[in-house]
């Protein structure tokens, strides 16, 4: 499994709620249309926001990293944030547990 963590800020003059409504649209039209993507979340950080996907594979991340520029529905969200702000980072999980406390 891959942890795939992004960082950003909205592009100027883009509301909280402009994002969140864009993110819904964002999880129907495209996330839930990538190969090996198990989740993905949203978070508001002190500077910005996060999303954190969960990949089934390092090769389902690295496809969808190169073509995500040439999907309307990526770029449409993308179009929302800041890109001078973006960073991108992957890991590999290399041990999960759960705790039912």
């Known amino acids: ?15 909280h709620e402009e994002l969140l409504l864009a993110s819904k649209a964002f ?17 508001k950080t002190e500077g910005g926001y996060m999303d954190i996907f969960i990949w089934k594979n390092k090769e389902d991340v690295e496809h969808v990293q190169k073509t995500f520029i040439q999907n309307k529905d990526a770029m449409k969200f993308a ?10 980072k992957n890991y590999e999980v290399l041990e999960t547990s759960e705790f039912n406390n």
Do not use: H, P
């Open 1 to 15: 499994m891959i942890v795939e963590i992004t960082t950003y800020k909205t592009a100027e003059n883009v509301t």
């Open 27 to 43: 999880n129907k039209d495209y996330c839930s249309k990538c190969k090996g993507l198990i989740s993905r979340q949203l978070l």
């Open 79 to 88: 179009s929302l944030t800041d890109v001078n702000s973006l960073t991108m």
